[in-house]
């Protein structure tokens, strides 16, 4: 899918940090290999209070459907009342991120099936 291109994501990756909002300019596009010459459209969301991996991704080719998703973590966190307020934050920026990455998609697939039946 051409949304899932590393050029694409960071286009939108910019403008999202453009906007001010969800911590804007914390997420990057993975270097990742081409499966089957589809790229996997990963981004990551790094955490500040947490020692687990998020990232973001399409849910399938064909998809515009975005998830956040939560890798294990590797140890255990202890974390002050400020800093889970803080952690709880991050979170939402990174729900805020993946329904714009959405949105996008879904705008980006109209435009190519528009453009198709033209």
Same mark, same amino acid.
């Given at each position: 899918?051409?949304?899932?291109? !590393?050029?694409?994501?960071?286009?939108?990756?910019?403008?999202?940090?453009?906007?001010?909002?969800?911590?804007?300019?914390? /997420?990057?596009?993975?270097?990742?290999?081409?499966?089957?010459?589809?790229?996997?459209?990963?981004?990551?969301?790094?955490?500040?209070? $947490? *020692? *687990?991996?998020? #990232?973001?991704?399409?849910? $399938?080719?064909?998809?515009?459907?975005? @998830?956040?998703?939560?890798? =294990?973590?590797?140890?255990?966190?202890?974390?002050?009342?400020?800093?889970? #307020?803080?952690?709880? @934050?991050?979170? =939402?920026? $990174?729900?805020?991120?993946? $329904?714009?990455?959405?949105? !996008?998609?879904?705008?980006?697939?109209?435009?190519? /099936? =528009?453009? *198709?039946? /033209?």
């Amino acid at each position: 899918m051409p949304f899932r291109s !590393k050029d694409t994501l960071q286009a939108w990756l910019d403008e999202y940090a453009a906007s001010g909002v969800g911590g804007g300019g914390i /997420a990057y596009v993975a270097d990742q290999e081409p499966v089957d010459g589809v790229d996997s459209g990963l981004v990551i969301f790094p955490l500040g209070n $947490a *020692t *687990t991996s998020v #990232y973001l991704a399409p849910i $399938a080719v064909g998809v515009p459907d975005w @998830r956040v998703t939560f890798e =294990a973590q590797p140890e255990v966190t202890e974390l002050s009342p400020e800093a889970v #307020y803080d952690l709880c @934050r991050e979170i =939402a920026w $990174a729900a805020d991120l993946c $329904a714009f990455l959405q949105r !996008k998609s879904v705008e980006h697939m109209e435009r190519l /099936a =528009a453009e *198709t039946q /033209a």
